[in-house]
């Protein structure tokens, strides 16, 4: 079975700045064999796509409320994923998930293919 453990959340103020990390571990699942993705889920509401990354790092994708404020990179060698978050909003506010992506038609949604960790939370104050 495969961990994700994200760390990194925390309080900060609007304009502030993030990173966040997920580790996954597993024996069976080899880290750079597979797309990784950033989720969030804010109070009240469902889990959304954040952004994703190719198996070696070459491609990325985010969701147009985050395009330009937040950078998602990979280390293979650590199993790493992370998401630089910069200019944060209080509307960022939500606990955080990585997991492997699930693409439809080409269409990045809201699902992973992974069972979900614990998440990160973050909160942006205004």
């Known amino acids: 079975q495969v961990q994700l453990v994200e760390s990194g959340g925390g309080l900060v103020q609007a304009g502030g700045s993030l990173r966040l990390s997920c580790a996954a571990s597993g024996r069976t699942f080899t880290f750079s064999d597979y797309y990784m993705g950033w989720f969030r889920q804010a109070p009240g509401k469902e889990r959304e796509f954040v952004a994703a990354?190719?198996?070696?790092?070459?491609?990325?994708t985010y969701s147009d409320f985050v395009q330009g404020r937040f950078t998602i990179s990979r280390d293979n060698a650590m199993n790493t994923v992370y998401l630089e978050m910069n200019s944060l909003k209080p509307e960022d506010t939500a606990v955080y998930y990585c997991n492997v992506p699930v693409r439809t038609g080409g269409t990045y949604t809201n699902n992973g293919m992974l069972y979900w960790g614990k998440g990160t939370p973050v909160t942006v104050s205004s």
């Open positions: 990354i190719s198996w070696s790092g070459g491609g990325t």
